[in-house]
């Protein structure tokens, strides 16, 4: 399916360059491939560890796959796949906050822990925060449980399928984003 909520021409001028180094690094002597092409190779294949080395702060060590997007958008969960030891079905539908995202998984606060290895069905709401975007479903495992005060939780994510269109509409998400964010960082 083709790219149609960014185009290259609207990219920042820094993740532009890192683009045309990818292409023609990786198209050099051959007959093919566009520029387009190169942009999705390179967003799939380079662009968190690109984000991570120019983000992070130096002297500040970290196990992240991927680069944390501070947010807070809605999110439900739908179902439970594989139960955990206690009885979450009243968790199903569920509105909750999330805090982080990435293209890994997310940090959301909820009124109840959940227990870890958990696989849950969650929807997130993104057409709050961008017109050309819809919500998106996904299958993910609970990595991580912290309680934050009296009836809120902290809940690490991981997310283990994504699929077809959702899979796009996240990872566009994630990359306009982090562009707008990139341009905010480099001209405040």
Sequence with gaps: M????????KLSDEIK???AEYHNS???GSDGGSV?????EWFNQKFDEWLIKR???PGHSSRRKHFRLDVEIPIRIIDT???SASNDHDAMEFVGRIINISRGGLYFKYRAPIEISSIIKVVID???LDDGVKSLEALAMVVRADKLEENEYGIGIMFSSIYGDNREIHDLFILKNLSYYIYSESSG
């Design 126 to 128: 993104l057409a709050g």
């Design 36 to 40: 387009d092409e190169s942009m999705g």
């Design 17 to 19: 360059h890192e683009i």
């Design 81 to 83: 796949l594989i139960e």
């Design 2 to 9: 083709k790219n149609q909520y960014n185009q290259y021409q």
């Design 26 to 28: 990786v198209r050099a």
């Design 55 to 57: 983000f992070m702060n």
